[in-house]
């Protein structure tokens, strides 16, 4: 199976740190901006999976023209939305996300497809703005899964939060 994800967010949410993490297993602490699409195999239940992962440094924010959102939404197959647990604008760009992921897959009758809410810089607590019930309520209201992560002090946060996403995509590719 080959199946595309798109990782979105607003900017310096930690999306390129987290994929990065995935494909090293290093945080390198600064992330260029440029506009990648990463190869990734996975083993899930004893069968590889290869996905295409869509990295890009535009922030989805309210600016954002709807016709460059909409074309990466039809490209993916799954979808990784970050927030920062100190931003909670970044938190309501992701709900706003779900919502434009929703209704433009309805409206190109495509078959649902898995999202996963990710709350990054858990190592931030002091800073926190966006409790965790918050991302979990956002999750539980919408379908979606939720996680919430430290690209920078766990080595796991990369690997946990795609492989669950390519996890649930086998799912979905296997029901329909
Ligand atoms: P992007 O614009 O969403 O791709 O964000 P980046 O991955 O470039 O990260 C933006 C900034 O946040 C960088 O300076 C990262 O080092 C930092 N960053 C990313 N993830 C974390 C995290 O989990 N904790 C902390 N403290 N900083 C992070
Ligand atoms: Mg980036």
């Not at 990295?55 to 939305?81: F, I, M, N, R």
Request: with cysteine; glycine share 6%; aromatic share 8%.
């Amino acid at each position: 199976m080959d199946a595309n994800i798109v990782v979105m967010g607003t900017e310096s949410v930690g999306k390129s740190a987290l994929t990065v993490r995935l494909l090293t297993r290093r945080f390198i602490g600064e992330y260029g901006d440029i506009e990648s699409i990463f190869s990734h195999s996975f083993m899930v239940d004893g069968r590889e999976i290869t996905v295409n992962i869509w990295d890009s440094p535009c922030s989805e924010d309210s600016s954002v023209e709807t016709s460059h959102l909409e074309k990466k939404v039809q490209w993916a197959d799954g979808y990784v939305l970050v927030y920062s647990i100190c931003d909670r604008a970044s938190f309501n760009t992701v709900s706003r996300l779900i919502q434009i992921i929703k209704s433009t897959r309805d409206f190109l009758n495509a078959d649902k497809a898995p999202i996963v809410i990710v709350g990054n810089k858990r190592d931030l607590h002091h800073r926190r703005t966006v409790l965790s019930e918050e991302g979990r309520l956002l999750a539980l209201n919408t379908d979606c899964h939720f996680y919430e992560v430290s690209a920078a002090e766990n080595y796991h946060s990369g690997l946990m939060v795609f492989h669950g996403l390519v996890g649930r995509m086998k799912d979905a590719k296997v029901t329909t």
